[in-house]
Nanobody, 125 residues
């Protein structure tokens, strides 16, 4: 059974750091790409970062480039999103999602077949 579980959200102040975890089961990270999406009320989910462990590629949206780092530990079946210098505009519900290697460069939510339940990040004073 394919599952993705996000861990690590919370309330932080601007400028602080936080790490999100996406723990997967039922498949191998080596055969898929994993992305983190952010969603705020009234807006569509937008891709924040993406990793394809087998291809050795990563992607970051412009707003998070140089602040976020995505990594994967295949042995632990976990994808990490290290977030630094957090800003209020980073607030939202963060989802990790899986896509096949055929769509490993996609930022479209429609190309991702399995999703976690999400974890809320709030950046506020």
């Amino acid at each position: 059974q394919v599952q993705l579980v996000e861990i690590g959200g919370g309330l932080v102040q601007p400028g602080e750091s936080l790490r999100l975890y996406c723990v997967v089961s039922g498949f191998s990270l080596e055969n898929y790409a994993i992305a983190w999406f952010r969603q705020v009320p009234g807006k569509e989910r937008e891709a924040v970062s993406r990793i394809s462990p087998m291809e050795g590629t990563t992607y970051y949206s412009d707003p998070v480039k140089d602040r976020f780092t995505i990594t994967a530990d295949n042995a632990k079946n976990t994808v990490f999103l290290q977030m630094t210098h957090l800003k209020p505009e980073d607030t939202g519900r963060y989802y990790c999602a899986r896509t096949s290697l055929s769509y490993s460069h996609s930022s479209s939510a429609a190309d991702y077949d399995y999703w976690g339940q999400g974890t809320q990040l709030t950046v506020s004073e």
